[in-house]
C-alpha cells in the first residue's frame, strides 16, 4: 500500500466521521433542548411562535404557576420521586452489598445455585410482577400506600451480580483475614473493611438502581390510585392526559418536564466515571 | 495496595474476643444474616409474584345458573390459555411489537455499534460532549421522553413539523402507519447512548498490542474495527440485544403516553397495555396468563438469542 492513500483516507474520514457525530448529537440534544425553550414561552407562544426560537422569556412565571397548581401538588410529586429513588436506592444498595459480599467472600453450599436464581431475575419483565403484585397487596391491604411502591423497588437483581463481582475485584482475601484475626465478627469486618473498600462500586450500584426507581411508571401506576403518592412520572402522565381538556396545563407538563430531568442530568454528568464502571462490568458477563 | 491493607486492619479494634479456628468459614447463621436482607424481599416481590401470577393463570371464574346467578373459582387448566391464543387482539400487539422490534432493535444498536467504534479511533475530537450527549437520555424517564417527544410529533406546536412542511413534506407522525415507528424513535433516542457505553466500555478493555500487527500490515481503522474489534466485543453486542428484546417485549409507558394525543394506538396497543386493559376489565386470571405468556416469549426469545449466537461463535 502506498503512503499517500492512509492520509486521504484519515482526512475523508475524519471529516465524516465529525460530521456523522454532530448529527447524532443534534438528534440527542433536540428534544432537550426543545423543553428548555419551550418552558420559557408562555402557553400562547407555544403553537404561534416557531419550537427552536426563544420568544417571550416567562421561565419565572412558568414555574410559579407549576409550583402553584393544586395546591403545590408538583413538589409533592417532585418530593415522593426523592422519597422512593433516594431511600430505595440506599436500602437497595446496601441489601444487595450484603447479599453480593457473602457471595463473593464466603464458601457455602447451595452459594453458585442461589446466585444463578438471582441473575434469573435480572432477565424478568418487572412490568410483569406488577399485576399479581398489586392482587398481593391489595389482599394485605398495602396497595395505595408508599410502601407499595417503596418494598418492590428495594429489590435489584443485577445490583446483587455487580456487588458480587465488584467484591471479588476490590477486596483482598488478606485483609479480611487480618481483620478477623484482630479478633472483628464478620458484620464489624464488613462494614469498617470491606465496605470502604466497596465504596466506590456502591456508588455504581447505587445509580443503576436510582435510575431505574425514578424512571419506573408502571409499578406506581398499578399500585396508586391517591395523587399525593405520585411520583413525578405518573402526576405528569396524568396531567399530560388531561391536557386536551384544560390546554393551559400544556404548559406546566413542559415546565414540570424539564425541572425534573434537570436534576438527575446534572448528577449523571458529573458521577459519570462511576456508570462507565457499571457498565464495563456489565459487559463482562 | 498495602497501604490500602495497613489503613484497613488500623480501623478494626482489636477486640480480643472469640478468635475464628484457621480453615472454617464464617458459621451458617453469619452467612443467613448477610444473605437473608435481600433474599427474603426478593422471594417477596419477585418469585411470590411469579408463582402467584402462574397459579392465578389457571383459574376460571365461573357462574351459577343464570344471569343472577353466583359467580366462583375453579381451577380450568389451560383455559385461559386457549383463551390468549384466541384472542385477536393479543396477536395483533404481538404482531406490532414484533415488527418494532425486527426494526428498531437492529436499528439502534448499528447506531449505538458504530459510535461506539467512532468513540474508539483517534479520528474524532469533542469526544466526551458526544458520549455526554447520547448518554443524556438515559436519564429520562420513559414517560418524559416520551412527553417531549410528543411534542415534536404534534401538529400545532412541533418545530419539526414546521421546518419538514418548509421543504414540501407534508409529515404526520401521528398517523395510523406511522404513530409505531414515532413510539420505536422515542425507545431509539432513550436507548441508543446506553447501549453504546456498554460497547464502547467492552473497547476501551482491549488492549492495544492486539491491533499493532494489524496496523503494521497497514490495515485500515476500518478493517481493524469490523475484523478485529467487533468479534471481541461480540458478548457486548449480544448483552444488549438480550436487554433490548426483553425492554421492547415490556414496552408500556411510551405507547401510553402518544395515546393520549393520538387515536391510532389502541389500549391494547403492545402487549403490556393488553394485560393492564384486561386486568382493569377485572378479568384479572386473563391477564396473569397473558403475563406469563409474554414472559415466556421474553425468556424464549432471550435464551434462544444467546444460545444461538454462542453456537455460532463456537463452531
Known amino acids: 500500500m502506498n503512503n499517500q492513500t492512509p492520509l486521504r483516507e484519515n482526512r475523508v474520514s475524519r471529516t465524516a466521521a465529525m460530521a456523522l457525530m454532530f448529527l447524532l448529537a443534534i438528534y440527542f440534544l433536540l428534544p432537550i433542548y426543545f423543553l428548555l425553550v ?35 401538588i408538583f413538589a409533592r410529586w417532585a418530593l415522593n420521586s426523592v422519597i422512593y429513588a433516594v431511600l430505595g436506592a440506599a436500602v437497595g444498595t446496601l441489601i444487595s452489598a450484603l447479599c453480593g459480599y457473602a457471595l463473593a467472600k464466603f464458601k457455602f453450599r447451595g452459594r453458585e445455585f442461589l446466585f444463578s436464581v438471582i441473575l434469573g431475575g435480572v432477565l424478568v419483565p418487572t412490568t410483569a410482577l406488577a399485576l399479581p403484585l398489586f392482587l398481593l397487596f391489595s389482599a394485605t391491604g398495602i396497595v395505595n400506600t408508599y410502601l407499595a411502591v417503596f418494598l418492590p423497588s428495594i429489590v435489584s437483581p443485577f445490583g446483587v451480580y455487580l456487588a458480587r463481582i465488584f467484591t471479588a475485584a476490590a477486596v483482598p482475601e488478606e485483609i479480611l483475614e487480618s481483620a478477623r484475626l484482630d479478633g472483628a465478627g464478620e458484620f464489624r469486618t464488613f462494614f469498617t473493611v470491606a465496605l470502604r473498600l466497596m465504596t466506590p462500586s456502591l456508588v455504581t450500584i447505587f445509580l443503576f438502581q436510582f435510575v431505574g426507581i425514578w424512571n419506573n411508571f408502571f409499578l406506581p401506576m398499578v399500585m396508586l390510585q391517591k395523587e399525593s403518592l405520585f411520583p413525578i412520572t405518573l402526576g405528569l402522565y396524568e396531567w399530560n392526559g388531561q391536557t386536551a381538556r384544560v390546554s393551559l396545563l400544556q404548559e406546566s407538563v413542559i415546565t414540570g418536564a424539564l425541572v425534573s430531568i434537570v436534576p438527575v442530568i446534572i448528577v449523571f454528568i458529573l458521577l459519570q466515571r462511576f456508570w462507565r464502571t457499571g457498565l464495563a462490568a456489565g459487559s463482562i458477563k | 495496595m498495602t497501604d490500602i491493607a495497613t489503613r484497613a486492619t488500623r480501623v478494626v479494634p482489636a ?29 417477596l416481590f419477585y418469585l411470590v409474584p411469579i408463582a402467584y401470577a402462574v397459579w392465578q393463570s389457571f383459574l376460571v371464574v365461573r357462574r351459577t ?32 411489537i414484533g415488527l418494532f422490534g425486527i426494526v428498531q432493535v437492529p436499528v439502534m444498536l448499528f447506531v449505538a455499534l458504530i459510535m461506539a467504534l467512532l468513540l474508539d479511533t483517534p479520528l474524532l475530537k469533542l469526544k466526551s460532549f458526544f458520549r455526554i450527549a447520547a448518554f443524556m437520555p438515559y436519564a429520562v424517564p ?25 421543504i414540501g413534506l407534508q409529515p404526520d407522525f401521528l398517523g395510523p402507519g406511522a404513530v409505531l415507528w414515532s413510539a420505536a424513535n422515542v425507545s431509539t433516542w432513550l436507548w441508543t447512548g446506553y447501549n453504546m457505553l456498554i460497547m464502547f466500555s467492552a473497547l476501551q478493555a482491549i488492549p492495544q498490542e492486539l491491533y499493532e500487527a494489524a496496523k503494521l500490515d497497514g490495515a485500515s481503522n476500518w478493517a481493524i474495527a469490523w475484523k478485529i474489534k467487533v468479534p471481541i466485543i461480540a458478548p457486548s453486542i449480544i448483552l444488549t440485544t438480550v436487554f ?19 387515536s391510532n394506538i389502541s389500549s391494547t396497543f403492545t402487549p403490556n397495555m393488553l394485560a393492564y386493559a384486561v386486568a382493569s376489565g377485572n378479568n384479572y386470571q386473563q391477564a396473569a396468563a397473558i403475563s406469563v405468556v409474554i414472559a415466556i416469549i421474553t425468556f424464549v426469545l432471550s435464551f434462544g438469542f444467546m444460545r444461538l449466537t454462542s453456537k455460532r461463535a463456537g463452531l
Do not use: C
Not at chain 1, 416557531?50 to 403545590?72: C, E, I, Q, V
Not at chain 2, 475464628?20 to 451458617?28: K, L, S, T
Not at chain 2, 343464570?66 to 390459555?81: H, K, L, V
Open chain 1, 38 to 72: 419551550a418552558a420559557t414561552k408562555p402557553q400562547g407562544d407555544l403553537a404561534s411562535t416557531f419550537g427552536l426560537a426563544f420568544s417571550h422569556f416567562d421561565l419565572f412565571k412558568n414555574l410559579s404557576t407549576l409550583f402553584g397548581r393544586s395546591d403545590g
Open chain 2, 15 to 43: 477486640t480480643g474476643g472469640r478468635r475464628r479456628q484457621n480453615g472454617g468459614g464464617p458459621r451458617a447463621g453469619v452467612i443467613v444474616a448477610f444473605v437473608i436482607p435481600f433474599f427474603l424481599p426478593f422471594v
Open chain 2, 65 to 96: 345458573g343464570g344471569q343472577y346467578g353466583t359467580s366462583y373459582t375453579t381451577f380450568g387448566g389451560f383455559e385461559q390459555y386457549v383463551q390468549v391464543f384466541q384472542n385477536t387482539e393479543f396477536w395483533a400487539s404481538i404482531g406490532r
Open chain 2, 142 to 166: 420513559g414517560v418524559i421522553a416520551a412527553i417531549m417527544w410528543s411534542f415534536l410529533y404534534s401538529p400545532q406546536l412541533s418545530p419539526v413539523v414546521d421546518l419538514l412542511k418548509a
Open chain 2, 244 to 262: 433490548s428484546i426483553i425492554g421492547t417485549l415490556q414496552l408500556y409507558a411510551e405507547p401510553a403516553v402518544l395515546r393520549q394525543i393520538s
